[in-house]
């Protein structure tokens, strides 16, 4: 597959601390990336208004705000969030939550995304969390609770991508963070891979940040990263 018929699939994100280094960011990476993901760094340094202007500027936005509330609450969020154009929410994979933001969303086209278990988890982290389950058992139950819950995608750790497609199938989408090119550092992500390992597992979308973000040259890393992907 091509790099440019992989930009869709690889999400840069925008962890900055303010809006004018993530205009650097893009500026810089120009037209070799069309998707970026915002967080809660940049979400409160005025980056819900600058998805608006990426959405504006017809790049594609993954707004990662891991919603869990009461059910009305997400529902009226949700609703706020679909007017904005962006492409892909997150929320964490709770069947309430996820039922009532599916209904929410009806008809407007943004992607839903479970969020399963975060990829700087490991079987310790869950236990000392209260959970009776190891990362892939909490990651597949999870995942089969978004399938039947009506979710457009998933949010997991690349190690455990296989084991979700598996159980989704291949019309959701499989985003997964903590991707690491070959070589990288893994800083504070515990369940890595590297791209091409991310693909050929299942995954279809690849969210990269600081390999990219903080590289000398932003472009040079992620087309480095394109090119990876485009030998899975």
Do not use: W
């Not at 091509?2 to 993530?22: F, K, N, P, Q």
């Not at 086209?109 to 310790?124: I, N, P, R, W």
């Amino acid at each position: 597959m091509s790099r440019d018929m992989l930009a869709d699939r690889l999400i840069v994100g925008l962890d900055v601390g303010s809006v004018e280094e993530a205009r650097r960011v893009v500026d810089e990476l120009g037209d070799a990336v069309s998707f970026y993901k915002i967080g809660y760094q940049l979400a409160f340094a005025g980056g819900l208004e600058f998805a608006r202007v990426l959405a504006a500027e017809g790049k594609k936005v993954f707004l990662d705000m891991k919603l869990l509330d009461i059910d009305n609450t997400v529902a009226r969020g949700v609703e706020s969030i679909a007017r904005m154009g962006v492409a892909m929410l997150t929320l964490h994979a709770y069947p309430k939550a996820m039922k009532a933001a599916v209904e929410a969303a009806r008809g407007s086209g943004l992607c839903l995304l479970g969020v399963t278990v975060l990829t700087s988890m490991d079987e310790q982290d869950l236990i000392e969390a209260g959970y009776g389950y190891d990362p892939q058992a909490l990651v597949t139950r999870r995942a089969g609770q978004a399938l039947a819950a009506g979710m457009g995608g998933i949010v997991c750790a690349a190690t455990e991508a296989a084991a979700v497609r598996g159980i989704v199938g291949p019309s959701m989408a499989v985003v997964t963070p903590g991707i690491r090119p070959a070589g990288a550092e893994h800083g504070d992500q515990k369940r890595v891979m590297t791209p091409r390992e991310a693909l050929a597992a299942g995954a279809s979308h690849l969210v990269v940040a600081r390999p990219i973000v903080c590289a000398v040259d932003r472009q040079a890393a992620a087309r480095s990263i394109l090119d990876e992907m485009a030998s899975a």
